[in-house]
């Protein structure tokens, strides 16, 4: 594990992906110290997928592994500022609020790029099927539906999620990475509709990269997210 004086050498904001190999999370660090830490998951796998380029991929895996760094630096500025007694300023509530952010881009790209790189077709009889036709009427609905969201203006990600009280299925806008999440609902299907995540491949037809989306996506993948 890094020495403290290393991290704050390696974690510049944008530097390198200096966590790669380490995977505790919330573990005690140099000299007791509470040391929060993500690593950066490997994503090349993706490499080849239909509809994706390479360039585009590559670029999109250097941008998530930014918020990895940023969320790291981020819990290690705070948790200094708490040993400082300085949380209660407004530095440390901007902080905290930034945390938000880069820990929710953090994990959506994770989600997203987890549910990729499929080949097989969604099963309307298996499981996901069923609970979307359940929710939705039919999975032809429920598309026409996840597409809609896709299709509005602006930036952000369009999620299926599952509400924990009831296993109902929502199709949901989340503004940049923080905004609109349904407290309690757990991720099913993940789209990143950022400019980043198309425009090297398919500049302003967002709807072309949203249907090579589809063909790509690991159902397999989003229907182990259910609960
Ligand atoms: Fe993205």
Redesign the pocket.
């Given at each position: 594990m890094p020495k403290r004086r290393d991290f704050l050498k390696a974690s510049g904001w944008g530097g390198a992906a200096w966590a790669a190999g380490i995977t505790a999370s919330g573990a005690a660090g140099q000299e007791g110290k509470p040391q929060a830490v993500y690593s950066p998951l490997d994503f090349s796998r993706l490499t080849g997928t239909p509809g994706f380029s390479e360039t585009l991929l590559k670029n999109?895996f250097t941008?998530?592994q930014g918020y990895v760094t940023n969320t790291n630096r981020l819990l290690e500025i705070l948790a200094q500022m708490g040993r400082e007694g300085k949380l209660a300023t407004p530095e440390g509530a901007e902080l905290r609020r930034r945390l938000g952010w880069e820990w929710n881009g953090l994990r959506l790209?994770e989600l997203?790029f987890g549910n990729l790189g499929g080949k097989a077709p969604l099963e309307s009889g298996g499981k996901l099927g069923r609970v979307l036709a359940g929710s939705f009427g039919s999975v032809e609905a429920w598309t026409k539906d996840f597409k809609a969201v896709a299709a509005m203006r602006g930036i952000g990600w369009v999620a299926l999620v599952e509400d924990g009280a009831n296993g109902r299925l929502f199709n949901i806008w989340v503004n940049e990475h923080d905004g609109g999440h349904f407290a309690g609902a757990g991720p099913v299907l993940i789209l990143?509709v950022?400019e980043?995540?198309y425009m090297i491949d398919y500049g302003l037809k967002k709807a072309d990269y949203v249907e090579a989306f589809f063909k790509a996506i690991d159902w397999a993948a989003a229907e182990a997210r259910l609960r």
């Open positions: 999109h941008l998530y790209h997203y990143d950022f980043h995540a």
